[in-house]
T-cell receptor, first 112, second 118 residues
Framework: AQSVSQHNHHVILSEAASLELGCNYSYGGTVNLFWYVQYPGQHLQLLLKYFSGAPLVKAIKRYEAEFIKSKFSFNLRKPSVQWSDTAEYFC??????????FGAGTQVVVTP | GAVVSQHPSWVICKSGTSVKIECRSL??????MFWYRQFPKQSLMLMATSNEGSKATYEQGVEKDKFLINHASLTLSTLTVTSAHPEDSSFYIC??????????????FGEGSRLTVL
Protein backbone atom coordinates (compact mmCIF):
# COMPACT_ATOMS: atom_id res chain seq x y z
CA ALA A 1 0.00 0.00 0.00
CA GLN A 2 1.04 3.54 -0.63
CA SER A 3 1.89 5.88 2.19
CA VAL A 4 3.11 9.43 2.32
CA SER A 5 4.89 11.06 5.22
CA GLN A 6 5.36 14.78 5.64
CA HIS A 7 7.94 15.65 8.23
CA ASN A 8 6.50 18.82 9.69
CA HIS A 9 2.94 19.68 10.61
CA HIS A 10 3.60 23.35 11.24
CA VAL A 11 6.34 25.64 10.03
CA ILE A 12 6.69 29.30 10.92
CA LEU A 13 9.09 31.42 8.91
CA SER A 14 9.99 35.04 8.47
CA GLU A 15 9.77 36.62 5.05
CA ALA A 16 12.85 36.02 2.92
CA ALA A 17 13.71 32.82 4.79
CA SER A 18 14.20 29.64 2.83
CA LEU A 19 11.63 26.89 2.91
CA GLU A 20 12.07 23.16 2.68
CA LEU A 21 9.26 20.72 3.30
CA GLY A 22 10.08 17.06 3.53
CA CYS A 23 8.06 14.32 1.89
CA ASN A 24 8.79 10.62 1.88
CA TYR A 25 6.67 7.94 0.31
CA SER A 26 6.46 4.22 0.11
CA TYR A 27 5.08 2.49 -2.94
CA GLY A 28 6.03 -0.62 -4.81
CA GLY A 29 5.43 0.55 -8.35
CA THR A 30 5.91 3.52 -10.59
CA VAL A 31 4.75 6.62 -8.83
CA ASN A 32 3.59 10.02 -9.82
CA LEU A 33 4.44 12.65 -7.25
CA PHE A 34 2.67 15.88 -6.51
CA TRP A 35 2.73 18.89 -4.29
CA TYR A 36 -0.61 20.61 -3.78
CA VAL A 37 -1.16 23.89 -1.99
CA GLN A 38 -4.25 25.27 -0.31
CA TYR A 39 -4.21 28.99 0.35
CA PRO A 40 -6.56 30.27 3.05
CA GLY A 41 -10.14 30.10 1.83
CA GLN A 42 -9.25 28.59 -1.53
CA HIS A 43 -9.40 25.22 -3.31
CA LEU A 44 -6.58 22.78 -3.28
CA GLN A 45 -4.47 23.45 -6.33
CA LEU A 46 -1.54 21.76 -7.98
CA LEU A 47 1.84 23.34 -7.32
CA LEU A 48 4.03 20.91 -9.22
CA LYS A 49 4.22 17.32 -10.32
CA TYR A 50 6.74 14.68 -11.28
CA PHE A 51 5.93 11.82 -13.63
CA SER A 52 9.30 11.03 -15.21
CA GLY A 53 12.41 12.68 -16.61
CA ALA A 54 14.66 15.16 -14.86
CA PRO A 55 14.30 14.75 -11.10
CA LEU A 56 14.29 18.47 -10.33
CA VAL A 57 10.92 20.00 -11.05
CA LYS A 58 10.45 23.74 -11.08
CA ALA A 59 7.21 25.63 -10.76
CA ILE A 60 5.94 29.17 -10.63
CA LYS A 61 6.95 31.51 -7.83
CA ARG A 62 10.38 29.80 -7.58
CA TYR A 63 9.09 26.61 -5.99
CA GLU A 64 10.96 23.47 -6.85
CA ALA A 65 10.92 19.85 -5.80
CA GLU A 66 13.49 17.15 -6.22
CA PHE A 67 12.69 13.49 -6.70
CA ILE A 68 15.37 11.33 -5.10
CA LYS A 69 14.48 7.76 -5.93
CA SER A 70 17.02 6.18 -3.60
CA LYS A 71 15.57 8.09 -0.67
CA PHE A 72 11.92 7.78 -1.71
CA SER A 73 11.69 11.51 -1.25
CA PHE A 74 10.13 14.46 -3.04
CA ASN A 75 11.01 17.51 -0.96
CA LEU A 76 9.65 20.93 -1.75
CA ARG A 77 11.90 23.98 -1.62
CA LYS A 78 11.70 27.69 -2.08
CA PRO A 79 14.74 29.93 -1.61
CA SER A 80 12.91 32.97 -0.24
CA VAL A 81 9.33 32.98 1.04
CA GLN A 82 6.82 35.78 1.04
CA TRP A 83 3.86 36.45 3.28
CA SER A 84 1.59 35.29 0.45
CA ASP A 85 3.13 31.80 0.66
CA THR A 86 1.21 31.21 3.87
CA ALA A 87 -0.81 28.09 3.10
CA GLU A 88 -1.15 24.41 3.74
CA TYR A 89 1.05 22.22 1.58
CA PHE A 90 0.23 18.60 0.76
CA CYS A 91 2.52 16.04 -0.77
CA UNK A 92 0.74 13.28 -2.68
CA UNK A 93 1.56 10.07 -4.46
CA UNK A 94 -0.53 8.88 -7.36
CA UNK A 95 -0.74 5.51 -9.00
CA UNK A 96 -1.35 4.79 -12.66
CA UNK A 97 -5.10 4.81 -12.09
CA UNK A 98 -5.06 8.38 -10.89
CA UNK A 99 -5.81 7.78 -7.23
CA UNK A 100 -3.90 10.00 -4.86
CA UNK A 101 -2.59 9.26 -1.39
CA PHE A 102 -2.00 12.48 0.51
CA GLY A 103 0.40 13.29 3.28
CA ALA A 104 -0.91 14.87 6.45
CA GLY A 105 -0.09 18.34 5.22
CA THR A 106 2.19 21.07 6.50
CA GLN A 107 0.79 24.38 7.62
CA VAL A 108 3.26 27.09 6.66
CA VAL A 109 2.93 30.52 8.21
CA VAL A 110 5.13 33.31 6.91
CA THR A 111 5.42 36.31 9.18
CA PRO A 112 6.18 39.79 7.88
CA GLY B 1 -7.14 25.40 -15.44
CA ALA B 2 -10.27 23.28 -15.38
CA VAL B 3 -13.01 24.04 -12.89
CA VAL B 4 -14.69 21.67 -10.48
CA SER B 5 -17.54 22.95 -8.39
CA GLN B 6 -19.24 21.47 -5.35
CA HIS B 7 -22.62 22.24 -3.85
CA PRO B 8 -23.49 22.92 -1.13
CA SER B 9 -20.32 24.32 0.37
CA TRP B 10 -21.77 24.09 3.84
CA VAL B 11 -24.62 22.04 5.27
CA ILE B 12 -25.98 21.28 8.71
CA CYS B 13 -28.39 18.42 9.22
CA LYS B 14 -30.03 16.47 11.99
CA SER B 15 -28.82 13.04 12.95
CA GLY B 16 -30.59 10.36 10.95
CA THR B 17 -31.25 12.43 7.88
CA SER B 18 -29.56 12.10 4.49
CA VAL B 19 -27.51 14.74 2.74
CA LYS B 20 -26.57 14.95 -0.93
CA ILE B 21 -23.43 16.70 -2.14
CA GLU B 22 -22.92 17.46 -5.82
CA CYS B 23 -19.67 17.66 -7.72
CA ARG B 24 -19.64 19.14 -11.20
CA SER B 25 -16.92 19.55 -13.78
CA LEU B 26 -17.84 22.86 -15.38
CA UNK B 27 -15.73 22.99 -18.51
CA UNK B 28 -14.68 19.45 -19.20
CA UNK B 29 -16.06 15.93 -19.15
CA UNK B 30 -14.89 13.64 -16.41
CA UNK B 31 -15.38 9.91 -16.70
CA UNK B 32 -13.80 9.52 -13.30
CA MET B 33 -14.17 11.61 -10.19
CA PHE B 34 -12.78 11.02 -6.75
CA TRP B 35 -14.32 11.69 -3.37
CA TYR B 36 -12.15 12.53 -0.37
CA ARG B 37 -12.90 13.44 3.22
CA GLN B 38 -10.75 15.50 5.51
CA PHE B 39 -11.01 15.54 9.27
CA PRO B 40 -9.72 18.59 11.15
CA LYS B 41 -5.93 18.82 11.14
CA GLN B 42 -5.69 15.61 9.13
CA SER B 43 -4.98 14.74 5.56
CA LEU B 44 -7.38 14.02 2.77
CA MET B 45 -8.47 10.41 2.70
CA LEU B 46 -9.73 8.89 -0.51
CA MET B 47 -13.19 7.46 0.00
CA ALA B 48 -14.15 6.23 -3.42
CA THR B 49 -13.66 6.49 -7.14
CA SER B 50 -16.77 7.50 -9.02
CA ASN B 51 -17.08 6.06 -12.52
CA GLU B 52 -19.54 7.44 -15.03
CA GLY B 53 -22.15 4.87 -15.92
CA SER B 54 -20.96 2.21 -13.52
CA LYS B 55 -20.65 1.47 -9.83
CA ALA B 56 -18.27 3.40 -7.67
CA THR B 57 -15.17 1.75 -6.29
CA TYR B 58 -14.85 2.21 -2.54
CA GLU B 59 -11.69 2.24 -0.49
CA GLN B 60 -11.26 -0.25 2.29
CA GLY B 61 -13.18 0.70 5.38
CA VAL B 62 -15.65 3.00 3.61
CA GLU B 63 -19.26 1.87 3.91
CA LYS B 64 -20.77 1.88 0.45
CA ASP B 65 -24.31 1.72 1.81
CA LYS B 66 -23.71 4.79 3.89
CA PHE B 67 -21.91 6.85 1.29
CA LEU B 68 -23.88 6.44 -1.91
CA ILE B 69 -22.16 7.66 -5.03
CA ASN B 70 -23.88 8.24 -8.34
CA HIS B 71 -22.09 9.38 -11.48
CA ALA B 72 -24.97 9.71 -13.87
CA SER B 73 -23.36 12.03 -16.39
CA LEU B 74 -19.91 13.06 -17.55
CA THR B 75 -20.11 16.28 -15.59
CA LEU B 76 -21.85 15.31 -12.37
CA SER B 77 -21.14 12.99 -9.49
CA THR B 78 -23.16 12.99 -6.28
CA LEU B 79 -22.30 11.76 -2.82
CA THR B 80 -25.20 11.01 -0.51
CA VAL B 81 -24.48 10.53 3.16
CA THR B 82 -27.35 8.37 4.34
CA SER B 83 -28.64 8.35 7.91
CA ALA B 84 -25.96 10.80 8.90
CA HIS B 85 -24.52 10.76 12.40
CA PRO B 86 -22.27 13.25 14.20
CA GLU B 87 -19.18 11.17 13.41
CA ASP B 88 -19.88 11.77 9.71
CA SER B 89 -19.24 15.46 10.23
CA SER B 90 -16.30 16.25 8.03
CA PHE B 91 -15.07 18.17 5.02
CA TYR B 92 -15.84 16.32 1.80
CA ILE B 93 -13.89 17.17 -1.32
CA CYS B 94 -14.29 15.90 -4.84
CA UNK B 95 -11.78 15.95 -7.64
CA UNK B 96 -11.73 15.15 -11.32
CA UNK B 97 -9.11 14.67 -13.95
CA UNK B 98 -9.18 16.83 -17.04
CA UNK B 99 -8.21 14.43 -19.82
CA UNK B 100 -7.33 17.16 -22.26
CA UNK B 101 -3.83 18.01 -23.39
CA UNK B 102 -1.31 19.36 -20.94
CA UNK B 103 -3.57 18.86 -17.98
CA UNK B 104 -3.38 15.07 -18.25
CA UNK B 105 -2.56 13.65 -14.87
CA UNK B 106 -3.57 16.71 -12.92
CA UNK B 107 -6.53 16.53 -10.60
CA UNK B 108 -8.74 19.56 -10.12
CA PHE B 109 -10.47 19.91 -6.80
CA GLY B 110 -13.80 21.31 -5.81
CA GLU B 111 -14.05 23.85 -3.05
CA GLY B 112 -15.23 21.24 -0.60
CA SER B 113 -18.43 20.73 1.35
CA ARG B 114 -18.45 21.00 5.10
CA LEU B 115 -21.01 18.72 6.69
CA THR B 116 -22.04 19.16 10.30
CA VAL B 117 -24.40 16.59 11.76
CA LEU B 118 -26.15 17.61 14.95
Amino acid sequence: AQSVSQHNHHVILSEAASLELGCNYSYGGTVNLFWYVQYPGQHLQLLLKYFSGAPLVKAIKRYEAEFIKSKFSFNLRKPSVQWSDTAEYFCAVGDSWGKLQFGAGTQVVVTP
Amino acid sequence: GAVVSQHPSWVICKSGTSVKIECRSLDFQATTMFWYRQFPKQSLMLMATSNEGSKATYEQGVEKDKFLINHASLTLSTLTVTSAHPEDSSFYICSARDPRGANTGELFFGEGSRLTVL
